[in-house]
């Protein structure tokens, strides 16, 4: 029996397909999870996710395992050590922005209660699904990743533009945008 996958990872890489098949889409609620993809996204700006998510685990050994107060602890020479000697994407702004994120992040936390319940309530706390027959079909930004976006950024974000966000939204379950002809459509969990 033949898998039929979103037009993305239907001839990707078997990391690719498994990062499709297991993680993308599924919702996600812990504050550690969200902050990690939110930083990923950030990086992948501008690059493919096949490059980051090789990455990964560097990401993870970098940024503490994405412990959001040890990250926003990081010293600029922490952030400059990275840039000088690591797998990670050397991109400077990029680097310092994990930083910055995780101080808004603290922020957002002592604000909302969780980074959950904060960036979940721009879809209504409820995943949204929407029934794509086609990647075409496919937006790159929706109101709701506009709005937060602009959100994001007043409270101190980075690389938090409109089109992160609506990838960050499909990354973490909040928007269901596996094709209507993808084995992983309408399932929250696999």
């Not at 990455?55 to 503490?64: E, F, S």
């Not at 600029?76 to 400077?92: Q, V, W």
């Not at 909302?112 to 904060?118: I, M, Q, V, W």
Request: with cysteine.
């Amino acid at each position: 029996m033949t898998i039929r996958r979103c037009a993305w990872a239907e001839n990707a890489d078997a990391t690719m397909q498994a990062y499709h098949d297991r993680e993308w889409g599924v919702p996600q609620h812990d504050d550690r999870a969200l902050f990690e993809l939110l930083v990923l996204e950030g990086a992948q700006a501008g690059l493919s996710w096949r490059t980051v998510l090789a990455r990964r685990d560097a990401y993870r050994a970098a940024y503490h395992g994405f412990d959001i107060a040890r990250v926003a602890a990081m010293t600029d020479a922490d952030l400059e050590a990275l840039l000088a000697d690591s797998p990670l994407i050397r991109n400077r702004l990029k680097i310092f922005a994990a930083r910055d994120n995780a101080r808004a992040a603290l922020a957002a936390i002592a604000r909302h209660g969780s980074l959950d319940r904060y960036l979940w309530s721009f879809v209504g706390h409820t995943p949204v699904r929407n029934a794509w027959d086609s990647p075409a079909q496919v937006p790159a930004t929706t109101p709701q990743s506009d709005a937060m976006s602009k959100d994001l950024k007043r409270n101190g974000f980075r690389f938090a533009g409109s089109t992160i966000c609506y990838a960050f939204m499909q990354a973490t379950g909040m928007v269901d945008d596996h094709l209507a002809g993808c084995f992983r459509h309408g399932e929250e969990t696999r």
